[in-house]
């Protein structure tokens, strides 16, 4: 037999009875019943239950076991009685006979439980992430990531796409986030640095013939922690082709996303029509350039209805360049009640409040304050059919701006009795991101959003430039190296204007992809960052290696990144992206099981020629 186990955890079942096993794995619980001792066994595939009682000869060391001890038994598989079968698990129709115990590794006093639900802080969970681990949620998280990756490989080999590795040890280079910067021993005073994306060098491949590339790449990005993102390195699915359009990209990523959902998102429905909205409209409909498309709320210009209105902090607001009213529909949020909670929401988020209007049935206290007679009158008379019944619009604003202006926006919104309409305005940017995270609040409560759909949308159309409000100076908004929409000629114009042939796939409120047709044009590509104050000395400087091989017959190309940690996060049904990664940094990008980062030997940094200075 071999030395540790016969079987898995997982492995025996009736058909085993009578025979001799041999199991090893870790003491999930112990339960005392009368002198009888049960202890559930668990390993990596699964859990089997053993008992022990005075008569095995082994009894006196199985009382001492306690939980997570782990163990190795030989006994005998055994039947159980029909009333106590545990349709649970597979091997719930049997239990194992201790007749010998070898204790494989004791475990002091447990910091956090194995067994059951308890919550710990988070401090706990990753400084004893190996016991973290050992939960059964963890271990599926993490087996439901490894599954992933597979299928994504195999999808990726099934559409002839070639599996590469780029360098780890690269030089920096500007990708939208700081880098980690690994100091030279070699070259005193010079730094290497870890990809924050393999993009240079995928760029390169292309140009080296090999015409569709991806790899599962870890990339490193120093950047301030979130619950959807790591804030020290996280895993992309990274591919690029040659000799392709935009669509041709979309055509490629979209049925291996929509496989891997389809094959791990639980039964949950997987639309198969991803739309293609501008970043234009995205921020105006949603808020945001990754929009939740399950709530089906969209945001509308309003600002006509307001202009010259009874309403002077929206009239006078609109006097300004530049300004806007946007309203947020809220079909069956018609009471104030939930009208006065929003207002708070907006308030928690650093707004004086937000204006709403909503519609009701008319009612007698409404028509006797109209008429100027008492709420008893007025009841009467709408019984009577006296005065029209029908629906009136309330809140502040709707004393403001009269009924006309309200139900001109009622219609323009497509509200009826028992919605509600919510408000912002000023500079778009001001308040997007509030009007977006609103959206979302607002789609939740009134439970519009579809939590049972997995629901993608493309962004286009990314505006290459943005300029600084203080300064006025132009600098890149997005991706330097995606080409321009119009080339060369669209370069010539109002920068503002200029439109890249980028975009993000957005699924339920995330980022999970990003790419762009890229600028393989060099004379284009000195003049998008000519534009942008950089000369050309700068750019052969900074990215030599690609502009120089860009003159040797660079090919047409595109592609993108799909991030793994949050497609599996998704499917895994988690909020937090530290719950799919194995040994993630905290929230302050500490590991606190290894004690990274810490500080270097003075030896290492002697070596190194460098020297560190005490920060105030």
């Given at each position: 037999?071999?030395?540790?186990?016969?079987?898995?955890c997982?492995?025996?079942?009736?058909?085993?009875?009578?025979?001799?096993?041999?199991?090893?794995?870790?003491?999930?619980?112990?339960?005392?019943?009368?002198?009888?001792?049960?202890?559930?066994?668990?390993?990596?595939?699964?859990?089997?239950?053993?008992?022990c009682?005075?008569d095995?000869?082994?009894?006196?060391?199985?009382?001492?076991?306690?939980?997570?001890?782990?163990?190795?038994?030989?006994?005998?598989v055994k039947?159980?009685?029909?009333?106590?079968?545990?349709?649970?698990?597979p091997?719930?129709?049997?239990?194992?006979?201790?007749?010998?115990?070898?204790?494989?590794?004791?475990?002091?006093?447990?910091?956090?439980?194995?067994?059951?639900?308890?919550?710990?802080?988070?401090e706990?969970?990753?400084?004893?992430?190996?016991?973290?681990?050992?939960?059964?949620?963890?271990?599926?998280?993490?087996?439901?990531?490894?599954?992933?990756?597979?299928?994504?490989?195999?999808?990726?080999?099934?559409?002839?796409?070639?599996?590469?590795?780029t360098?780890?040890?690269?030089?920096?280079?500007?990708?939208?986030a700081?880098?980690?910067?690994?100091?030279?021993?070699?070259?005193?005073?010079?730094?290497?640095?870890?990809p924050?994306?393999?993009?240079?060098?995928?760029q390169?491949?292309m140009?080296?013939?090999?015409?569709?590339?991806?790899?599962?790449?870890?990339?490193f990005?120093?950047?301030?922690?979130?619950?959807?993102?790591?804030?020290?390195?996280?895993?992309?699915?990274?591919?690029?082709?040659?000799?392709?359009?935009?669509?041709?990209?979309?055509?490629?990523?979209?049925?291996?996303?929509?496989?891997?959902?389809?094959?791990?998102?639980?039964?949950?429905?997987?639309?198969?029509?991803?739309?293609?909205?501008?970043?234009?409209?995205?921020?105006?409909?949603?808020?945001?350039?990754?929009?939740d498309?399950r709530?089906?709320?969209?945001?509308?210009?309003?600002s006509?209805?307001?202009?010259?209105?009874?309403?002077?902090?929206?009239?006078?607001?609109?006097?300004?360049?530049?300004?806007?009213?946007?309203?947020?529909?809220?079909?069956?949020g018609?009471?104030?009640?939930?009208?006065?909670?929003?207002?708070?929401?907006?308030?928690?988020?650093?707004?004086?409040?937000?204006?709403?209007i909503?519609?009701?049935?008319?009612?007698?206290?409404?028509?006797?304050?109209?008429?100027?007679?008492?709420?008893?009158?007025?009841?009467?008379?709408l019984?009577?059919?006296?005065?029209?019944?029908?629906?009136?619009?309330?809140?502040?604003?709707?004393?403001?701006?009269?009924?006309?202006?309200?139900?001109?926006?009622?219609?323009?919104?497509?509200?009826?009795?028992?919605?509600?309409?919510?408000?912002?305005?000023?500079?778009?940017?001001?308040?997007e991101?509030?009007?977006?995270?609103?959206?979302?609040?607002?789609?939740a409560?009134?439970?519009?959003?579809d939590?049972?759909?997995?629901?993608?949308?493309?962004?286009?159309?990314?505006?290459i430039?943005?300029?600084?409000?203080?300064?006025?100076?132009?600098?890149?908004?997005?991706?330097?190296?995606?080409?321009?929409?119009?080339?060369?000629?669209?370069?010539?114009?109002?920068p503002?204007?200029?439109?890249?042939?980028?975009?993000?796939?957005?699924?339920?409120?995330?980022?999970?992809?990003?790419?762009?047709?890229?600028?393989?044009?060099?004379?284009?590509?000195f003049?998008?960052?000519?534009?942008a104050?950089?000369?050309?000395?700068?750019?052969?400087?900074?990215?030599?290696?690609?502009?120089?091989?860009?003159?040797?017959?660079a090919?047409?190309?595109?592609?993108?990144?799909?991030?793994?940690?949050?497609?599996?996060?998704?499917?895994?049904?988690e909020?937090?992206?530290?719950?799919?990664?194995?040994?993630?940094?905290?929230?302050?990008?500490e590991?606190?099981?290894m004690?990274?980062?810490s500080?270097?030997?003075?030896?290492?940094?002697?070596?190194?020629?460098?020297?560190?200075?005490?920060?105030?």
């Amino acid at each position: 037999m071999h030395a540790y186990r016969s079987h898995t955890c997982a492995d025996l079942s009736k058909e085993n009875v009578g025979d001799k096993v041999r199991l090893s794995g870790w003491v999930h619980r112990v339960r005392d019943h009368g002198g009888i001792l049960f202890i559930d066994l668990r390993d990596h595939y699964g859990m089997t239950q053993v008992l022990c009682d005075p008569d095995s000869p082994v009894f006196a060391e199985v009382e001492k076991v306690r939980s997570e001890w782990c163990i190795r038994i030989d006994g005998e598989v055994k039947a159980r009685d029909a009333d106590l079968v545990n349709t649970k698990i597979p091997t719930g129709e049997i239990e194992v006979f201790v007749r010998d115990i070898e204790v494989l590794g004791p475990a002091k006093e447990l910091p956090l439980q194995v067994f059951g639900d308890q919550e710990y802080p988070e401090e706990t969970r990753l400084r004893y992430r190996y016991l973290d681990l050992r939960r059964e949620k963890m271990q599926d998280n993490m087996v439901l990531r490894s599954d992933v990756v597979s299928s994504i490989r195999k999808r990726m080999w099934d559409q002839n796409f070639k599996e590469f590795q780029t360098p780890i040890i690269t030089a920096s280079s500007p990708e939208g986030a700081r880098d980690f910067l690994v100091p030279s021993r070699l070259h005193p005073g010079k730094f290497y640095a870890l990809p924050q994306a393999p993009q240079q060098f995928k760029q390169l491949l292309m140009v080296s013939g090999f015409d569709k590339y991806f790899q599962i790449a870890p990339c490193f990005r120093d950047e301030d922690p979130r619950a959807d993102r790591s804030p020290t390195d996280f895993y992309q699915l990274d591919l690029e082709m040659s000799f392709v359009e935009q669509q041709d990209v979309f055509d490629t990523i979209q049925p291996v996303l929509t496989g891997i959902f389809e094959e791990f998102g639980g039964g949950k429905a997987v639309d198969k029509e991803w739309p293609q909205i501008s970043y234009k409209d995205a921020a105006l409909w949603y808020g945001s350039d990754k929009p939740d498309l399950r709530n089906p709320i969209k945001m509308q210009v309003v600002s006509d209805h307001f202009r010259d209105s009874g309403f002077a902090i929206f009239a006078k607001l609109l006097e300004q360049e530049g300004t806007e009213i946007r309203a947020i529909p809220a079909p069956t949020g018609g009471s104030r009640k939930f009208c006065d909670r929003m207002n708070a929401f907006a308030q928690k988020e650093g707004l004086p409040g937000m204006g709403y209007i909503f519609w009701r049935e008319k009612t007698a206290d409404s028509v006797a304050q109209e008429l100027g007679i008492t709420v008893k009158e007025a009841q009467a008379k709408l019984k009577a059919g006296e005065v029209e019944g029908g629906m009136e619009a309330a809140g502040p604003l709707a004393k403001n701006i009269g009924p006309e202006r309200t139900e001109a926006i009622r219609q323009q919104l497509g509200l009826d009795v028992g919605d509600a309409a919510f408000f912002l305005g000023g500079k778009p940017k001001s308040f997007e991101g509030v009007a977006g995270r609103a959206r979302n609040v607002i789609g939740a409560e009134l439970g519009l959003t579809d939590e049972n759909r997995f629901a993608f949308a493309w962004i286009v159309d990314f505006p290459i430039y943005e300029k600084d409000e203080e300064t006025g100076k132009i600098d890149f908004e997005h991706n330097p190296f995606s080409m321009p929409q119009g080339g060369m000629d669209a370069l010539m114009g109002d920068p503002l204007e200029v439109l890249g042939y980028q975009y993000d796939l957005a699924c339920n409120g995330y980022e999970l992809v990003s790419g762009a047709i890229r600028n393989h044009k060099p004379e284009i590509m000195f003049k998008a960052f000519e534009i942008a104050g950089y000369g050309k000395d700068e750019v052969e400087k900074r990215f030599g290696g690609m502009v120089n091989a860009f003159q040797y017959g660079a090919p047409p190309h595109g592609g993108c990144a799909a991030g793994i940690d949050r497609i599996v996060m998704l499917l895994a049904e988690e909020a937090n992206i530290r719950e799919v990664i194995l040994f993630p940094m905290n929230q302050r990008a500490e590991d606190l099981m290894m004690n990274a980062p810490s500080e270097p030997q003075s030896d290492q940094l002697m070596e190194l020629g460098l020297r560190v200075i005490p920060q105030d």
